[in-house]
């Protein structure tokens, strides 16, 4: 079956635009997880949802960033206003609500901001 | 959140011979405890998991050793190949907020040469 997309695969962007991310968990997962990833670094937690809702947002970095849910299943990540410190790769893995160690990821979404 | 220290941070072994990554945590969950893999520019990928009841599982040539009143678990790789060459990551489960977590460990890059 499919397994976790997320999209762009790459995203360069000017300093001070926004940026949408997008993932597409495995259908049936209700966990889904973003993380984010500096270069040869491990994995930043910066938040969880559950079916739509998001009880951990304690690992967004700052106030620019936030995401969304919609219909138990497609998430979007926003940074607004991008600074050179967030470039990064973001990824995004989903896993069945009884099963939190079984995540599946996605390739990930590279950031490069100038 | 949940401290996890991973050792060593980079590790280099000969084809044939034997990896060994090493994880301690502060909280314990009752779940399982896993190891993660991640090639090159892909996201990372379950390699193994431990029931915390039992001291050791083996697949294939991965094995976890547990020692849970150590807080320790580790990840050894036999006959060492150099496809093997990845970042391993632990992830070991707390309980936050009423719900299981993980917190990936800062990953141990593998190098098998020929």
């Known amino acids: 079956g499919a397994g976790v997309s997320q999209s762009p695969s790459n995203k360069v962007t000017e300093k001070g635009k926004d940026v949408e991310l997008r993932c597409d968990p495995i259908?049936?997962?209700?966990?889904l997880y973003w993380y984010r990833q500096s270069l040869g670094q491990g994995l930043e937690f910066l938040i969880y949802?559950?079916?739509?809702?998001?009880?951990?947002k304690s690992g967004l970095p700052s106030d620019r960033f936030s995401a969304e849910r919609t219909g138990g299943s497609v998430s979007t990540l926003t940074i607004q206003r991008t600074q050179q410190e967030d470039s990064a790769v973001y990824l995004c893995a989903s896993s069945a609500a009884s099963v939190p160690y079984e995540q599946y990821f996605g390739p990930g979404t590279r950031l490069t901001v100038t | 959140q949940q401290q996890v220290k991973q050792s060593p941070q980079s590790l280099i072994v000969q084809k044939g011979g034997i990896s060994i990554i090493n994880c301690a945590y502060e909280?314990?969950?009752?779940?399982?405890f896993p190891w993660y893999q991640q090639f090159p520019g892909k996201g990372p990928a379950l390699l193994i998991a431990i029931r915390p009841d039992v001291s050791e599982k083996k697949e294939g040539r991965f094995t976890i050793s547990f020692n849970k009143s150590a807080k320790q678990f580790s990840l050894h790789i036999m006959d060492s190949q150099p496809g093997d060459s990845a970042t391993y990551f632990c992830?070991?489960?707390?309980?936050?907020?009423?719900?299981?977590?993980?917190?990936f460990g800062t990953g141990t890059k593998l190098q098998v040469i020929p």
């Open positions: 949802f559950q079916g739509n809702s998001a009880p951990d």
């Open positions: 259908s049936g997962h209700t966990a």
């Open positions: 909280n314990t969950a009752f779940d399982y």
């Open positions: 992830a070991p489960p707390f309980l936050s907020g009423g719900y299981q977590k993980v917190t």
